[in-house]
């Protein structure tokens, strides 16, 4: 009896998905007028989906991609 002992194969597993979380480019909007990613949905009529700043009310079709790691 050697207690709880966890098997390599699920250690190695861990590790894989652990890395692919950290290499994950996770896309955050930023308000380019006030650099706020507190940011929402907002339904223009004849532009299609914009999006607001809630910080500034910056309204526009902004999308910034970060890479987070
Ligand atoms: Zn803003």
Not at 13 to 31: D, G, P, Y
């Amino acid at each position: 009896m050697n207690g709880s002992e966890i098997p390599d194969d699920f250690i190695e597993l861990e590790k894989k998905m652990e890395e692919a979380s950290h290499n994950r480019a996770i896309t955050v909007l930023t308000c380019p007028d006030c650099g706020s990613t507190n940011v929402t949905y907002y339904m223009g009529l004849k532009t299609g989906v914009q999006y607001q700043c809630k910080d500034c009310d910056y309204v526009g079709t902004f999308i910034i991609e970060q890479d987070k790691e």
